[in-house]
Each structure stands twice: as structure tokens, then as C-alpha cells.
């Protein structure tokens, strides 16, 4: 071997050394999230490229995300930087596998959110990161027949009903917009907002009295909505051609209304029961997994994408919320203000209630979307007795739970194995 060549292999040795280290210095960022080639591409080029030190965005389905991850905590060591999921994700995790982050003394607005990243410890187990949820939206002209003294943004369900039967009081036409058409994300609606509103719970308080008052006070309030939305699925589309004035959605089912004509209508949060203000947020977080490489650099990419310029260039690459007060820029579409606000006003007051989105189920989601479905069908459409129905329902709803071994989840109280339906 000549000289030269001892030479070009120890330069070359070297190259690869430190490009091993330049690749090390890079975080890896492994996420759930932004999985859309334009999203992916436009997290990587608008909002991370910012970061000091490089990040190495990578989106992955649940399934290959959760296999890496579980390689490198069993392995002991690992090349994960950050973790990028859902709450859901982050709850069928061992608590011990994730860094406390109580020192980063960055965290959500929502005092809820925060309690809910704990993970029922005493420590931050995952920062919340963007939300998305549904939320309420009325064209402007129903608000002349608001009850007296109520609050838009405080609403409870009552004063819904009354709002609705004012409306139809004065217009002679029933005017709620519900998404009960077979594209619907009704279920959504009894899941997160019902059953929380009135129950603290959407397993365990399925059958209990107080979801016999919920199912009668969405009775009441079926009684003033347009007939027509058992055909409904896309919300936006009765704002627009005005057979709906008050309506529940999506925030995304809602955006073309607001878009199109931003000045005719209001997005609001959904309405407050006995046990607070039932909401679903599709709740997303960052997490450090003991294996971290680099902790400090980690801790570091996680202060940052909460910075609120941080969280105002997520918002435009996904769509999501920010989690963090922020001043939303003029640029943004309509639309996305108009839901920010409702979204930030909602997760943010003191009676949120959050029903979290299913976790567990496995191949049993659609099963037990179902339970919800048949039982506004029995009840609200066919006019069942709601005692009965319940009751019917409830060894459903148990089989499924117990099939699939799936805990209980957050309004819920927490359960060792399978939530229970009582």
C-alpha cells in the first residue's frame, strides 16, 4: 500500500467519522404528524429549518413510529431525538420511557392540556404541541335571537335550546344543522361533547341517569333542527345555502363558509353541561424518549416549535392550532382565525371537560363509533324509550370494550385493563 493511499484512506476514514457526527447533530424529529408529502416538505422548509443545529423531520404511520421507537427503548440506545403524536399514542406508553419535562417551563395555555400531559403522574411527560377539535359556527343573523344575557363563547346547553327555539320562533323554520347524514361525524359530537357535558365519562357513565338527562336535552334540542340533517354531512354546505343558521362540525368541514364569506358568519365553542365543557381535541405533543442521544438539543427543538412564530408557521404547514397564545398574522385564511380563536377561547376555559379521541380499540373503532350511532338512532329518530336503550346498548358497548382490552381514556377515570361500562 503506498503512502498516498494510507493517506486518502485516513481522510476518507475521517470524512466518515464526522459525517457520522454532523449526522448526530442533527435531531431526529419522529412523528406521527405533517405525514403528507407537501406538509412534511413544509414543516422541513418553513418551520424547522429555523432551528439551530439541524433537525431531521421524519413522518412515519403509527405502526412503523411505534416499532422504531420500541427497538431503541429495548435496545437501551437510540438515534430518536424528539417524538411527534397524539395524546393517545403518548398514553399507552410507559411514563418511565419518556424524560420529564417539567424544566422546560414552556407549556399549553390550557391548564387542561397540561394536566392531561402528565399522564396521571406528578411530572410533564409530553409538551403539548397543536390541536385541532370541532367546534360551533352560526350565521350572524341568528345572533339577534340569542337568549338574554348569554354569552356566545360561554354558552351551555340550555341556552342552545333556547337560541335554536328562538329562531324558529321568529323565522317559522327549524334552523340547527347537524351532521347526522351517513358521512357525519355525529359520533364525534356524542363522544366528546354530549356524554362529557353531562356524564364526565363516555364508557363508564354510558347507561348511568345522568346520560338519560344528556340523550333528553339533545331530544329538546333535535326538536328545533332541520329535519333535513339526517342527510347532512359537511356542515359548511348548509351555512352556505342558508338552510342551517346554528350548526356543529369540524373545524376543516366548516372553512369553505368562513372562506368563501368570512364576514357572514361566527365560529364559537360548543355548549357547557352540568359536568363542564365537553370537548374532543385532536390533541398532538412532543415527547423526549429516555434513549434521546443528544438531551439538550432535544429539550432545545421542543422549546422552539413552541415558540409562537413557531407555532404560527405549524398552523399554516398543517392546519393545526396553536397551543400557545398567539396574535394570528393577517395572513392567514379566514377561516383559520375564525376556528383559532373558537379553538384557543375553548380548550383555554375554566370548565373544559375534554373527551378525548378513542384509544386501543384497535380493529373495534368502528364498532364502538357505532354503539353512539344506534343509539341517537333508536332514540332520536325512532323515538325509543332512552332508559331502554340504553340499557340495550350497554352489554354492546361492554362486549367491545372487553374485546379489545382497551383502558379507559380521559373524561374517563382511569381503569387496569379494559374500561368498564357501569
Given at each position: 500500500?503506498?503512502?498516498?493511499?494510507?493517506?486518502?484512506?485516513?481522510?476518507?476514514?475521517?470524512?466518515?467519522?464526522?459525517?457520522?457526527?454532523?449526522?448526530?447533530?442533527?435531531?431526529?424529529?419522529?412523528?406521527?404528524?405533517?405525514?403528507?408529502?407537501?406538509?412534511?416538505q413544509?414543516?422541513?422548509?418553513?418551520?424547522?429549518?429555523?432551528?439551530?443545529?439541524?433537525?431531521?423531520?421524519?413522518?412515519?404511520?403509527?405502526?412503523?413510529?411505534?416499532?422504531?421507537?420500541?427497538?431503541?427503548?429495548?435496545?437501551?440506545?437510540g438515534?430518536?431525538?424528539?417524538?411527534?403524536?397524539?395524546?393517545?399514542s403518548?398514553?399507552?406508553?410507559?411514563?418511565?420511557?419518556?424524560v420529564?419535562l417539567?424544566?422546560?417551563?414552556?407549556?399549553?395555555?390550557?391548564?387542561?392540556?397540561?394536566?392531561?400531559?402528565k399522564?396521571?403522574t406528578?411530572?410533564l411527560?409530553?409538551?403539548?404541541?397543536?390541536?385541532?377539535?370541532?367546534?360551533?359556527?352560526?350565521?350572524?343573523?341568528?345572533?339577534?335571537?340569542?337568549?338574554?344575557?348569554a354569552?356566545?363563547?360561554?354558552?351551555?346547553?340550555?341556552?342552545?335550546?333556547?337560541w335554536?327555539?328562538?329562531?324558529?320562533?321568529a323565522?317559522?323554520?327549524?334552523?340547527?344543522?347537524?351532521?347526522?347524514?351517513?358521512?357525519?361525524?355525529?359520533?364525534?359530537?356524542?363522544?366528546?361533547?354530549?356524554?362529557?357535558s353531562y356524564?364526565?365519562?363516555?364508557?363508564?357513565?354510558?347507561?348511568?341517569?345522568?346520560?338519560v338527562?344528556?340523550?333528553?336535552?339533545?331530544r329538546?334540542?333535535?326538536?328545533?333542527?332541520?329535519?333535513?340533517?339526517?342527510?347532512?354531512?359537511?356542515?359548511?354546505?348548509?351555512?352556505?345555502?342558508?338552510?342551517?343558521w346554528?350548526?356543529?362540525?369540524h373545524?376543516?368541514?366548516?372553512?369553505?363558509?368562513?372562506?368563501?364569506?368570512?364576514?357572514?358568519?361566527?365560529?364559537?365553542?360548543?355548549?357547557?353541561?352540568?359536568?363542564?365543557?365537553?370537548?374532543?381535541?385532536?390533541?398532538?405533543?412532543?415527547?423526549?424518549?429516555?434513549?434521546?442521544?443528544?438531551?439538550?438539543?432535544?429539550?432545545?427543538?421542543?422549546?422552539?416549535?413552541?415558540?409562537?412564530?413557531?407555532?404560527?408557521?405549524?398552523?399554516?404547514?398543517?392546519?393545526?392550532?396553536?397551543?400557545?397564545n398567539?396574535?394570528?398574522?393577517?395572513?392567514?385564511?379566514?377561516?383559520?382565525?375564525?376556528?383559532?380563536?373558537?379553538?384557543?377561547i375553548?380548550?383555554?376555559?375554566?370548565?373544559?371537560?375534554?373527551?378525548?379521541?378513542?384509544?386501543?380499540?384497535?380493529?373495534?373503532?368502528?364498532?364502538?363509533?357505532?354503539?353512539?350511532?344506534?343509539?341517537?338512532?333508536?332514540?332520536?329518530?325512532?323515538?325509543?324509550?332512552?332508559?331502554?336503550v340504553?340499557?340495550?346498548?350497554?352489554?354492546?358497548?361492554?362486549?367491545?370494550?372487553?374485546?379489545?382490552?382497551?383502558p379507559?381514556?380521559?373524561?374517563?377515570?382511569?381503569?387496569?385493563?379494559?374500561?368498564?361500562?357501569?
Amino acid at each position: 500500500m503506498t503512502r498516498f493511499t494510507k493517506l486518502a484512506g485516513a481522510v476518507s476514514g475521517l470524512a466518515i467519522m464526522l459525517g457520522a457526527t454532523w449526522a448526530q447533530a442533527e435531531v431526529l424529529f419522529w412523528s406521527t404528524q405533517a405525514r403528507p408529502v407537501e406538509e412534511a416538505q413544509a414543516m422541513r422548509d418553513n418551520v424547522l429549518k429555523g432551528f439551530e443545529g439541524g433537525v431531521d423531520y421524519q413522518p412515519n404511520e403509527d405502526g412503523p413510529w411505534l416499532t422504531r421507537l420500541q427497538a431503541e427503548l429495548e435496545a437501551g440506545s437510540g438515534s430518536i431525538g424528539v417524538l411527534g403524536g397524539l395524546h393517545g399514542s403518548f398514553s399507552a406508553m410507559n411514563p418511565d420511557d419518556l424524560v420529564d419535562l417539567d424544566d422546560l417551563g414552556v407549556v399549553s395555555s390550557s391548564e387542561t392540556y397540561n394536566t392531561l400531559a402528565k399522564l396521571g403522574t406528578d411530572h410533564l411527560q409530553y409538551v403539548p404541541w397543536m390541536q385541532a377539535s370541532y367546534i360551533m359556527a352560526a350565521n350572524k343573523q341568528a345572533l339577534q335571537y340569542l337568549p338574554a344575557g348569554a354569552d356566545i363563547n360561554a354558552l351551555s346547553y340550555d341556552q342552545l335550546i333556547e337560541w335554536t327555539a328562538n329562531v324558529e320562533a321568529a323565522t317559522g323554520e327549524k334552523k340547527f344543522g347537524f351532521p347526522a347524514g351517513e358521512k357525519g361525524l355525529k359520533h364525534r359530537f356524542f363522544q366528546g361533547y354530549l356524554y362529557p357535558s353531562y356524564t364526565n365519562g363516555v364508557v363508564r357513565t354510558f347507561a348511568s341517569d345522568e346520560a338519560v338527562v344528556a340523550w333528553e336535552k339533545f331530544r329538546e334540542l333535535w326538536s328545533h333542527t332541520n329535519p333535513a340533517s339526517t342527510n347532512f354531512a359537511n356542515m359548511q354546505e348548509q351555512l352556505l345555502n342558508g338552510d342551517a343558521w346554528i350548526v356543529f362540525d369540524h373545524t376543516s368541514r366548516l372553512a369553505q363558509a368562513f372562506n368563501e364569506r368570512p364576514d357572514d358568519f361566527v365560529a364559537f365553542p360548543a355548549p357547557a353541561g352540568p359536568k363542564g365543557r365537553g370537548f374532543m381535541p385532536v390533541l398532538v405533543g412532543m415527547a423526549i424518549p429516555r434513549t434521546a442521544p443528544d438531551l439538550d438539543a432535544a429539550k432545545a427543538l421542543v422549546s422552539y416549535m413552541l415558540k409562537p412564530e413557531t407555532q404560527i408557521a405549524t398552523l399554516k404547514a398543517t392546519n393545526f392550532f396553536p397551543v400557545v397564545n398567539v396574535e394570528l398574522p393577517a395572513d392567514v385564511p379566514p377561516a383559520v382565525k375564525a376556528a383559532g380563536d373558537a379553538v384557543a377561547i375553548m380548550s383555554a376555559s375554566p370548565d373544559a371537560n375534554p373527551g378525548l379521541l378513542p384509544a386501543g380499540l384497535g380493529d373495534k373503532g368502528g364498532d364502538f363509533s357505532r354503539v353512539y350511532v344506534d343509539t341517537f338512532e333508536r332514540i332520536i329518530l325512532a323515538g325509543q324509550d332512552i332508559r331502554s336503550v340504553l340499557d340495550d346498548q350497554k352489554a354492546v358497548l361492554a362486549k367491545i370494550m372487553q374485546d379489545s382490552g382497551a383502558p379507559c381514556w380521559a373524561p374517563d377515570a382511569p381503569s387496569e385493563g379494559a374500561c368498564p361500562v357501569e
